[in-house]
Nanobody, 127 residues
Framework: QLQLVESGGGLVQPGGSLRLSCAGSGFTLVNYAVGWFRQAPGKEREGVSCISGSGGWTNYADSVRGRFAISRDNAKNTVYLQMNNLKPEDTAVYYC????????????????????WGQGTQVTVSS
């Protein structure tokens, strides 16, 4: 059974950093593109970043470009989201999702491209 488990969330002050992890089990993550999404209270879930199965391409939302970095370690079946210079508006539940590696770059930031989701991890940026 394909499962995704996020970890690494927590409370951090503005300007701080966190690294989220998305671990896959029951399947080989290298065969999947992975996206990170977030949902703040009262808002829709939005795409944050995505990475191809091989790691050959990545994409970022404009709001996080230059502050967040997505990477993957296929040997560990894990995808990471390094978040630097965090802002209060980054506060949300962060989810990772996996889609077959054939997903197009142009679709990788869209929720509908991903059939498999983790349960989420809370990130709170506050002083």
């Amino acid at each position: 059974q394909l499962q995704l488990v996020e970890s690494g969330g927590g409370l951090v002050q503005p300007g701080g950093s966190l690294r989220l992890s998305c671990a896959g089990s029951g399947f080989t993550l290298v065969n999947y593109a992975v996206g990170w999404f977030r949902q703040a209270p009262g808002k829709e879930r939005e795409g944050v970043s995505c990475i191809s199965g091989s790691g050959g391409w990545t994409n970022y939302a404009d709001s996080v470009r230059g502050r967040f970095a997505i990477s993957r370690d296929n040997a560990k079946n894990t995808v990471y989201l390094q978040m630097n210079n965090l802002k209060p508006e980054d506060t949300a539940v962060y989810y990772c999702a996996a889609a077959p590696a054939q997903v197009l770059f142009s679709l990788c930031m869209l929720r509908g491209a991903y059939p498999n989701w983790g349960q989420g991890t809370q990130v709170t940026v506050s002083s």
